[in-house]
Nanobody, 127 residues
Framework: QVQLVESGGGLVRAGDSLKLSCTVSSRTFNKSSLAWVRQPPGREREFVGVINWSATDTYYRDSVKDRFTLSRDNAKNTVYLQMNNLTPDDTARYYC????????????????????WGQGTQVTVSS
């Protein structure tokens, strides 16, 4: 059984920072690519970023690459998303996704690749 639990969301003002966490209960955590995907109000899910199992490579959505940073602590089975200089366009429900079967490559920017998901955490940025 794979479970992902996100936390760290909240209501902030434009320009503020938040750090999201996702803890994964899975024996394959250390082999998994871990992604953050978000769903803005009334819109489809969209890829935010993904980090490989060794934390040596990442992909980011263009609109966040200079503001968001992924990291992971394999000893704690946790992946983090540090979000700086937030804007109202970042308002969304943020989901953590995991996969260990697809390898590593730019196809991981497709959120539909991920087999396992958490329930999400809401991030709301006011102007």
């Amino acid at each position: 059984q794979v479970q992902l639990v996100e936390s760290g969301g909240g209501l902030v003002r434009a320009g503020d920072s938040l750090k999201l966490s996702c803890t994964v209960s899975s024996r394959t955590f250390n082999k998994s690519s871990l992604a953050w995907v978000r769903q803005p109000p009334g819109r489809e899910r969209e890829f935010v970023g993904v980090i490989n199992w060794s934390a040596t490579d990442t992909y980011y959505r263009d609109s966040v690459k200079d503001r968001f940073t992924l990291s992971r602590d394999n000893a704690k089975n946790t992946v983090y998303l540090q979000m700086n200089n937030l804007t109202p366009d970042d308002t969304a429900r943020y989901y953590c996704g995991a996969d260990w079967t697809a390898g590593w490559g730019p196809w991981l920017k497709n959120w539909k690749v991920y087999r396992y998901w958490g329930q999400g955490t809401q991030v709301t940025v006011s102007s």
